[in-house]
């Protein structure tokens, strides 16, 4: 049970960069790059809003979420923004491993 319960939420992880990647992708085609990251960067904060903190970390959130978003404009690699994404909760959960 366990298993199936963390195989569905790798496979959410994965969709949830898919939609904001593509969410980049069609507001870049109708109102340009800069204007695709930013709304990428607050949705993906939005998004974390039912995070303990929520309301706390919504503009760092969101300021990570651009550079994911950039990242994969950049290198035009879903991978690059994945493995960003994966390093920052890495980080983050050594950090709070630490500090208890």
Same mark, same amino acid.
């Given at each position: *049970?366990?298993? #199936?319960?963390?195989? @569905?939420? #790798?496979?959410?992880?994965?969709?949830?960069?898919?939609?904001?990647? #593509?969410?980049? @992708?069609?507001?870049? $085609?109708?109102?340009?790059?800069? /204007?695709?990251? /930013?709304? !990428? &960067?607050?949705?993906?904060? $939005?998004?974390? =809003?039912?995070? %303990?903190?929520?309301?706390?970390?919504? /503009? %760092?959130?969101?300021?990570? &979420? *651009?550079?994911?978003? +950039?990242?994969?404009?950049? !290198? &035009? !690699? @879903? *991978? $690059? %923004? *994945?493995? $960003?994404?994966? =390093?920052?909760?890495?980080? !983050?959960? /050594?950090?709070?491993? +630490?500090?208890?």
């Amino acid at each position: *049970m366990t298993i #199936q319960i963390e195989r @569905l939420r #790798q496979e959410i992880r994965v969709e949830n960069r898919k939609f904001f990647i #593509q969410l980049v @992708l069609a507001i870049t $085609a109708a109102l340009g790059v800069g /204007v695709a990251i /930013v709304l !990428s &960067g607050l949705i993906f904060g $939005a998004f974390h =809003l039912a995070n %303990p903190d929520g309301l706390l970390v919504f /503009v %760092p959130i969101s300021a990570i &979420g *651009m550079l994911f978003a +950039w990242g994969y404009y950049y !290198s &035009g !690699s @879903l *991978m $690059a %923004p *994945m493995i $960003a994404h994966f =390093l920052f909760n890495l980080v !983050s959960f /050594v950090a709070g491993f +630490w500090a208890e």
